[in-house]
């Protein structure tokens, strides 16, 4: 037997008892030299890699993302050509030449008379009927004056198969893309155009749906950009709008189903939505966040930011955000960035020290990050300068004094450059 | 080693559909053949996809993982390559089991291919495996002996892997590894059996050579270390 064979073989046993059994040496020499036991061992190295598992987060991870790929790619594919797409055909009791009947494309070739102001000289300026192929007419005046209408007419029929393009490629356009704007704008008008209360729930049920499934498969391809973010905002908006319009849909079983439906998209939103914030930049975070709290989530807030600057060189602002929600782990965004060092952290308020001259001016915005990658921002924030130690010369109130800061401690709430720039 | 594929070409694909699943301890679903999986996973059919997601992930994991050495990278490389399959299964040609097991691997080992050009195209990112990016066993878990010995020689294992040619690369991952049969290897990658065996004899060798130097080297630096600290004491 060759020793290529004999290995094999001896691997076989292996892969069927674990082991290499007592009776079969494998240690067996061949040509009275070699021994096949090293190969053996280093096979025995490879073979602990197959009980090697991924772990269970990871499982299903990539399962959600890998489902979500699927029923995006399946969303595209079913997203076909026809007139207006899919969503024009889906709503109810509408036919897309009813709806939009100069956008449906004109058919050329014979029926191209029937295009509107494209007359083919059939009908002569008194209005007498002519024959209708050009090459009869015998006047050498009609192709002049046919060629006068035929290029406007032509420009206009070009128009509108450049309209009703438009509009069929807008009609699949997915979040991220250029028609996307048109595509909203299309669903709006089958909104508009729903007969019933129920019809319009519906339709706000289906597209938050879709604006999730595409979220999910942004996230999958890690295409955290525009695509993201307007799939996030559809789906804001729309699960706004459904639960408006199921409120007005008359009580009843059918109702009950529709706020049913709702809370399952909702709750499936809240755990993509978390799941998405650990691959998002941070803007994106703020975002989801917001979103996260739209649709019921509990998340953390922040109402307002006060800085305090501790001077005599040290250099150092003492930062205060209060709001509520804080986890312990939380850190300081500022302009939308982890910065600082977190002092103490309870569920309503942050402190932090912020290193920075008083001559700067202040963020635009700060905020707070919790462990869990929920973040807020806001852009109430206000410094102060610290309570000086020395005292000042107090300035005896006179009869024109019109208020303003008796007590002298310096906080008038917006002593700094550029501060209390609000929300 | 792990059960091997039971899927020969004989056999019905009906047939094979049914049998436990190489290594990952699941079954296939008895009420749905194979075939028909594939056939509805081909129209992108969800629970079709869900199913072969979850019967052949370890496997991609385990293939990917002995080629790129640590959890987060192959991480990484598996979730592209089932992206990649979900792109890619509309036009996939395959009809049984073994011929998607194929073609799945084969993206696989592009994906890997494709990972290996971005690191080498960033030649300043560190490409020594940190301590918890090892991966550990089911054997090994809890026992911080076996952990600690599985991460000394996981290094090697991986560097010894990388040396070899791509054809004994993955004949040794089909055999050892995912555990295949020979003959199941060989038609995956369209050899014959011999061939197969003459692959899997080198590449054994071939490791066999690198571990030795390996365990030579690290000998020698044991007993100057030993050396130097006698010395010392002696001093």
Redesign the interface.
Known sequence: M????R??AL??L??EN?RVPPDQPATTDLNGRDSLQ??????D???????????PE??AR??A???A???Y??EQ?GAEPPLLGNDMTTLPGSDPATLFPSLVPPILGNDAPTLPGITWAAVQEDGTELDSVPGRLGSARRPARRARLLWPALAAALLLVIGATTFTAAAAASPGTVLYGLHRWEQSVQVRMAGSAADRTNLHLNYAQSALGALDAAV??HDTGAAYDDALTTYRDEMQATATSAGSVPAGSEQDTLFAQLRQLTTRGRADLHSALAFLAWSERVQTTAVLADIGDSVLHVTQVSMVYAGHGQHLWQVTVSGTDFQQGAVLLVNGRPAGTVISVTPTTLVAQLSGDDSAPLPSSMGVANPDDTAALTGNVSSHEQENVTPSPQQTPSGDDHGGDRGGDGHGGSSGPGSGSGG | MADPSSVTPEKDVETVANVESAGTGMTWPPALPFGRALERARALDRSALGMLYRRFLPAVYRYVLARVGTVHAAEDVTSETFFAVVEGIGAMRAQDELAFTSWLLAIARNKVAAYFRRLYARPEEPQTLPEDEHPVTVADEGDPLAIVTSRESWAEVVAGLNQLTEEQRAVVLYRCVLGYTTEDVARMLEKQPNAVRALQFRALASLARHHAAEDALRRGQESSREGGQGHATRR
């Open positions: 060759l020793p290529e064979d290995l094999d691997l076989s292996y892969s674990g090293p190969l053996l061992d280093a096979a190295q490879l073979t602990d890699l197959a009980s090697v598992q991924p772990s990871f499982i990539l399962e993302q890998f489902l790929e699927a029923a790619l399946q594919a999958a391809r």
